[in-house]
T-cell receptor
Framework: EADIYQTPRYLVIGTGKKITLECSQTMGHDKMYWYQQDPGMELHLIHYSYGVNSTEKGDLSSESTVSRIRTEHFPLTLESARPSHTSQYLC????????????FGPGTRLTVL | GQQVMQIPQYQHVQEGEDFTTYCNSSTTLSNIQWYKQRPGGHPVFLIQLVKSGEVKKQKRLTFQFGEAKKNSSLHITATQTTDVGTYFCAGDQGDYKLSFGAGTTVTVRA
């Protein structure tokens, strides 16, 4: 199993709060990703990064933002949480080569009341 | 953009039977990866296929990559209750972004 960590694992928060979901990996991977997944549904890419100081928006529009100041750390921030943000957020990482595999963290289950 | 279609969406299997899930891409892929997600869990990497026509086996699981590198399949023989979960294929066009299929959710009748 890969060394990729996410905190918190579960978060219940009120509308309007600012939240940051943490993701870190100890494998030295350049490429990191954030996906959003509703229960029983497919994964949607919302942000990705190919290295330090590199961030891009994914295929699914999201009100969240990300930063990549260190290789191992890729936090996701919601400035003002809304009930529509309730979902599971999965972080993943992958090393540079095209044939390298992608590993997922355990996910953060976010509920916004 | 790239689209990856996966069928069937649901697969209800009698324990001991075989089944297959299929994955089709609208574009040629650099490689395809398969993941398994247990209920309440996160996707866990199963395998990666890179070469045209490649076939790989993991115990009761057989993975194939099509000759044109646009389709793939996962065949499970003698299904067990431990096979319960959702199986996702994910296609890579070579831009380091995986496009995931909608998944096949497998339930097993004992």
């Amino acid at each position: 199993e890969a060394d990729i960590y996410q905190t918190p694992r579960y978060l219940v928060i009120g509308t309007g709060k600012k939240i940051t979901l943490e993701c870190s990996q100890t494998m030295g991977h350049d490429k990191m990703y954030w996906y959003q997944q509703d229960p029983g549904m497919e994964l949607h890419l919302i942000h990705y990064s190919y290295g330090v100081n590199s961030t891009e928006k994914g295929d699914l529009s999201s009100e969240s933002t990300v930063s990549r100041i260190r290789t191992e750390h890729f936090p996701l921030t919601l400035e003002s949480a809304r009930p529509s943000h309730t979902s599971q957020y999965l972080c993943a990482s992958r090393s540079g080569g095209r044939t390298d595999t992608q590993y997922f963290g355990p996910g953060t289950r976010l509920t916004v009341l | 953009g790239q689209q990856v279609m996966q069928i069937p969406q649901y697969q209800h299997v009698q324990e001991g039977e075989d089944f297959t899930t299929y994955c089709n891409s609208s574009t040629t892929l650099s490689n395809i990866q398969w993941y398994k997600q247990r209920p309440g869990g996160h996707p866990v990497f199963l395998i990666q296929l890179v070469k045209s026509g490649e076939v790989k086996k993991q115990k009761r699981l057989t993975f194939q990559f099509g000759e044109a590198k646009k389709n793939s399949s996962l065949h499970i023989t003698a299904t067990q209750t431990t096979d319960v979960g959702t199986y996702f294929c994910a296609g890579d066009q070579g831009d380091y972004k995986l496009s995931f299929g909608a998944g096949t959710t497998v339930t097993v009748r004992a």
